[in-house]
């Protein structure tokens, strides 16, 4: 079983819609949990941050976290089509060990 | 002002030669790291230095040696290149530790060994 697992993609969305993000992993040390976007031929910039179980909202952005189930989330409202990108879940314990999931490629159409 | 700097952007190479990436950040972090992600994006860390000091060297082939001048620089050395060294290679840095987790990315270095 890979340390953290993520569904690859593509998602195709229609503008405005609800878009859904998920990642699993096995670690249960890992204490710190990320949500970067990736725009294409570039590096990838942080949009969540997150310490241990709970949710965080920023915007449109809202992080989950589910340390029992070891399952993050990342719910996008109102999507844009500048939201298209692929979103990378990354965690990590100590501030280090960072691991990072394979990303989800996101279309939203408009 | 660019936080974390990568030079070349893009470096296209034969295979069995030696080039060297470097990474400068002006965030005043601690920590900075070397990051591949091969062409199924998959982003796997290489290398992570704390204060010029090697503290994560995942198993990458001896061919890579980073090096770090001082906290702001993380230069990657490679040495005789094979054509599964073709990837992006990304630099990083962060805090150490606690609350400011955060780690910010270069732009990328897109290497093509022919």
């Known amino acids: 079983q890979k340390e953290v697992e993520q569904d690859p993609g593509p998602l195709s969305v229609p503008e405005g819609a609800i878009v859904s993000l998920n990642c699993t992993y096995s670690?249960?040390?890992?204490?710190?949990f990320m949500w970067y976007r990736q725009y294409s031929r570039k590096g990838p910039e942080l949009l969540m941050y997150?310490?241990?179980?709970g949710n965080k909202e920023d915007g449109r952005f809202t992080a989950q976290v589910d340390k029992s189930s070891k399952y993050i989330s990342l719910f996008i409202r109102d999507s844009q089509p500048s939201d298209s990108a692929t979103y990378l879940c990354?965690?990590?314990?100590?501030?280090?060990?960072?691991?990072f999931g394979p990303g989800t490629r996101l279309s939203v159409l408009p | 002002d660019t936080a974390v700097s990568q030079t070349p952007k893009y470096l296209v190479t034969q295979m069995g030669n030696d080039k060297s990436i470097k990474c400068e950040q002006n965030?005043?972090?601690?920590?900075m790291y070397w990051y591949k992600q091969d062409s199924k994006k998959f982003l796997k860390i290489m290398f992570s230095?704390?204060?010029?000091?090697?503290?994560i060297n995942e198993t990458v082939p001896n061919r890579f040696s980073p090096k770090s001048p001082d906290k702001a620089h993380l230069n990657l050395h490679i040495n005789s290149l094979e054509l599964g060294d073709s990837a992006v290679y990304f630099c990083?840095?962060?805090?150490?530790?606690?609350?400011?987790?955060?780690?910010?990315f270069g732009p990328g270095t897109r290497l093509t060994v022919l």
């Open positions: 965030l005043g972090h601690d920590t």
């Open positions: 670690n249960s040390a890992f204490q710190y």
């Open positions: 990083a840095s962060s805090l150490p530790g606690g609350s400011d987790n955060e780690q910010f």
């Open positions: 990354a965690m990590s314990y100590y501030g280090q060990n960072f691991v």
């Open positions: 230095y704390n204060n010029k000091e090697l503290i």
């Open positions: 997150t310490y241990s179980s």
